[in-house]
Each structure stands twice: as structure tokens, then as C-alpha cells.
């Protein structure tokens, strides 16, 4: 995690047991998922599976009726909200992340997404430019705190669960691994926790320790108990220095990096993109040269495929497209943030790498599950 901000999060006293209102996450209005609640983890997501030659077909999406297994997810900086933090009323931005990055997930797990009065793009934005303007971590973190004590009390009935984050969200579990399952029998029902999109540091060449002390690596699709963490980058592109991602700020530490699908003995990737991004990301080539794609997803089996980089003192997740002249899908999949119109290099592809690997994800959860049962 960046020193930086944990810095600041110790300055606003993340420390203290009281948070101001804690919002009531026994109301399921505080919620963007869960079972029972028809939110944007109940969205269409059907999607066009495109072979390298042209060729398509539907696959028609379908949640299990009765998963083993719950997921717990804490989305990324997308609140549009004015002010620092934002408030308990889900906005476009916040819906659309959950039903994007999480509601897939539905395949294999039951869904849990609180609300949380998350720091918002503007409070980040005035942060990244050297000024605080109120952004209070610490209230965050609380509410995502107190919606997992819900979930447990309430829903988990001793269920095994994973731990899902993306960039801010990421962030708001790592305490909460550290506070609320580590040491705890929470930790035997942990199958893994996905961390994705911010800098998880670990000893250098060390498989444990550091940002999560008490999680190991995974290194298998049969391992629980374990961390997924990547920040990803498009073939030959290098986090810059000084940047926001793949550059560890502890001494003698390095960017933790897990390829997902090398831990399910795979070379490719498997992804579900959106079939048109939206927002500050850059859109790329069509999906498919010539042909109408009746979904609003797409799936490109054998297009990408991804290697954990340490190069330059940045490690890093670096994603490849295999653009061949004879394959009429993408040759340049986009995904950066852009400014200005320009795509920024400090970010990678942040906006779009739960996408690139979201097929992976899945189905490491999947085979996760299945080893915890046969433990």
C-alpha cells in the first residue's frame, strides 16, 4: 500500500474505534448486492464469444441457484459526488462498477457489495494534486468494516468467502484482512482475497509478508487462504517512476504480481469485456471487423495472455494482445484512462484490468471452492 497514504489514513485516525454514523448495513438499502436485493448485480450479462476467426456465439449468463461460496466486494474511486466522500445514495458510476466487476462473479458465489461512503474522484483528485480537501479515509474504511461485521453476524453461517477489491476497494480490505480475519477462525474460511489494482508489497522474493502478512501468494488454483494481487500494464510498457502503480516505497520490498491464469495451468487469458467501455477509458479497435455483436459483452478467448514483469525496479502484471493480420477481432483493445484525450501511462490499463481477467478470476474461485470442500 502507498506509505503516503497510509500515512494520511494514520492522520485521520483510522486508529480510533468510533466512526461517526456508521451507516446501517441491516438495511438492505445500504447495499448494492446482496441476496434478495434486485441491484446491478441482477443485470444482463450475456455475452458474444468471438473466436480468432470471426466466428461468434451467444453465452447466455446464469447465476448458480445455490453457491457454497459468498463473495465479499468493495469497489474502486468512481463515486461522482461533489464532495470528499461520498454519500449512501448509489450513483450511474458506483451501480455500473458493481454490475461490471462483480456481478459475473455470480457464477460461482453469492454476492455481498456495501455501500460506502467512499473517497470520491474529486476528493482523489484533490488529494493527487497535494491537498487533502477533507477526503477521511478513516470513515471509509469504517463502514466497509462494519458492513463485513453484518455480513459475518447475519449472512456468513460459517460459509467459506473470498475478499474482492479493485483500487480504492482493494485498499479498504487490507486493514480489514489484518483486523478482522487474521488470527481469527474467519482465516479458515478465507479462500483467497483478490486485491487488485493497487500495490500490495511484499519482502522481495518472498511469497508472504509485508502489506498482508498473513496471507501467502496463491500459487495454485487449490490454494486457500492465500492473496491475488496484480497491477497491469499493456507488452512494453513500464510503470514510470514516481507513478501510482508497480513501484514498491518500502525498502527491500517489491510489487506483489500473480498471473491468474497461470495459477489454473493456463497461457491465455480469459476475459469479459464490456462491449463499449465508457467513461475516461480509451475505446480501442471495434471487437469484430465485420459482424453484429448482440450483447452488450464480449469474450475473446486466445486473444490475451499476461506475464508477471520486474523490469526497471517495477513489477507489474503485463498484459499481450496477439493481433494476427489473419484475426478479424481487436488489434488494440484501448483501456487506458485518458486526459485531455491522452492516455496517461502512470495508470496502465487500471480501468480495464478486472475485465482482462475476469473469466480467470471466476474460475479460480470455482476451484478454490472445491479444494476447501475436500479439505
Given at each position: 500500500m502507498n506509505r503516503n497514504l497510509l500515512a494520511a489514513i494514520a492522520a485521520l485516525g483510522l486508529s480510533s474505534p468510533a466512526f461517526a454514523q456508521t451507516p446501517d448495513y441491516g438495511d438492505a438499502a445500504n447495499w448494492l448486492c446482496r441476496p434478495g436485493v434486485e441491484g446491478p448485480c441482477a443485470a444482463n450479462l450475456d455475452t458474444t464469444v468471438i473466436e480468432a476467426d470471426g466466428s461468434t456465439r451467444r453465452e447466455d449468463?446464469?447465476?448458480?441457484?445455490?453457491?457454497?461460496v459468498d463473495c465479499f466486494y468493495v469497489y474502486p474511486t468512481v463515486s461522482t459526488d461533489s464532495t470528499p466522500n461520498s454519500d449512501m445514495q448509489a450513483d450511474p458510476a458506483e451501480r455500473t462498477v458493481a454490475e461490471r466487476q462483480f456481478a459475473r462473479f455470480g457464477e460461482v458465489c453469492r454476492l455481498y457489495a456495501p455501500l460506502y461512503r467512499q473517497v470520491t474522484l474529486a476528493g482523489l483528485r484533490a488529494q493527487l494534486s497535494g491537498s487533502n480537501a477533507g477526503t477521511d479515509w478513516a470513515m471509509a474504511m469504517g463502514d466497509v468494516g462494519a458492513a463485513f461485521r453484518?455480513?459475518?453476524?447475519?449472512?456468513?453461517?460459517?460459509?467459506?468467502?473470498?475478499?474482492?477489491?479493485?483500487?480504492?476497494?482493494?485498499?479498504?480490505?487490507?486493514?480489514?484482512?489484518?483486523?478482522?480475519?487474521?488470527?481469527?477462525?474467519?482465516?479458515?474460511q478465507l479462500l483467497s482475497a483478490i486485491l487488485v489494482g493497487t500495490n500490495v508489497e511484499r519482502p522481495t522474493g518472498e511469497p508472504s509478508g509485508g502489506d498482508l502478512a498473513s496471507l501467502p501468494r496463491c500459487e495454485s488454483a487449490q490454494d486457500t487462504g492465500c492473496a491475488i494481487s496484480y497491477v497491469t500494464f499493456l507488452e512494453g510498457a513500464t510503470p514510470p517512476e514516481g507513478g501510482l502503480f508497480g513501484r514498491a516505497e518500502g525498502e527491500g520490498m517489491?510489487?506483489?504480481?500473480?498471473?491468474?491464469?497461470?495459477?489454473?495451468?493456463?497461457?491465455?487469458?480469459?476475459?469479459?469485456?464490456p462491449v463499449e467501455y465508457g467513461?475516461?477509458?480509451?475505446?480501442?479497435?471495434?471487437?469484430?471487423?465485420?459482424?453484429?455483436?448482440?450483447?452488450g459483452w464480449v469474450s475473446t478467448p486466445g486473444l490475451l495472455s499476461a506475464e508477471c514483469i520486474d523490469r526497471d525496479g517495477a513489477q507489474f502484471l503485463s498484459l499481450k494482445v496477439h493481433a494476427e493480420p489473419e484475426d478479424p477481432r481487436a488489434d488494440d483493445i484501448g483501456g487506458e484512462l485518458t486526459v485531455m484525450g491522452n492516455p496517461s501511462p502512470q495508470w496502465g490499463l487500471h480501468l480495464i484490468e478486472m475485465y482482462a481477467t475476469q473469466g480467470d478470476l471466476i474460475e479460480l474461485v470455482r476451484q478454490q471452492a472445491a479444494a476447501h470442500m475436500t479439505d
Open positions: 449468463f446464469v447465476a448458480a441457484e445455490d453457491p457454497g453484518q455480513y459475518i453476524e447475519n449472512d456468513n453461517d460459517g460459509r467459506p468467502f473470498v475478499l474482492i477489491g479493485h483500487s480504492q476497494g482493494s485498499i479498504m480490505l487490507e486493514p480489514l484482512i489484518a483486523r478482522a480475519v487474521a488470527g481469527t477462525p474467519l482465516a479458515d517489491q510489487v506483489g504480481c500473480t498471473d491468474p491464469a497461470a495459477l489454473l495451468g493456463r497461457d491465455e487469458l480469459m476475459p469479459y469485456f467513461g475516461s477509458a480509451r475505446q480501442g479497435d471495434p471487437w469484430l471487423a465485420d459482424g453484429e455483436i448482440g450483447t
